[in-house]
């Protein structure tokens, strides 16, 4: 089966003003969809075409730069619709709080590696906090790259992902890449991280 465009759980302008509805239509509509439609096309008619998008990423070493790219893109932006919600923000609680306290220390500690991690990932890439042997860890990646894959620097299952190339806010922030960071704390769905965490 071909992999399909997911649908946003929430309308393009939902987001404002944190992220503008003409940034999340492209964003979604295009690029997203651009990269679904380039990794069918890459693995149409290979073995590929018969795993999950997760098997692939695992294998990821073995595959072209169409299928790391596209498949990656696909996987990455599938996750970060869903880690935003409008009226999100706040501070997680429960057990995703009690793992943030165990391994940063504090909220804040965690907040500040991953606003870094975003902020000085040169070029294009994601920010992401990945449960990495039973740990939470903040990661970033290049491109469309993400810790799932087997050539990642840093391995583990990514529980939120923030999108920092400039597509992601060039159209309301221009080159100002940590306004926009700020602003993405005020759009987390921190009840989807959870639960990313209790899957992982
Ligand atoms: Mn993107």
Known sequence: MAFELPKLPYEYT????HIDARTMEIHHSKHHNAYVTNLNKAIEGTPLASQSLEEILKGISKASAAVRNNGGGHFNHS???KVMKPGGGGLPSGDLAAAINRDFGSFDTFKEQFNNAGATRFGSGWAWLIVHDGKLVVS???NQDNPLMDIAEV????ILGLDVWE???YLNYQNRRPDYIAAFWNVINWDEVAANLKKA
Not at 14 to 17: I, K, R, S, T
Not at 155 to 158: F, I
């Open 155 to 158: 391995k583990g299952t990514p």
């Open 14 to 17: 939902a987001l404002e003003p």
């Open 167 to 169: 597509h992601a806010y």
């Open 79 to 81: 996750l970060f619709w």
């Open 140 to 142: 970033s990646s290049p």
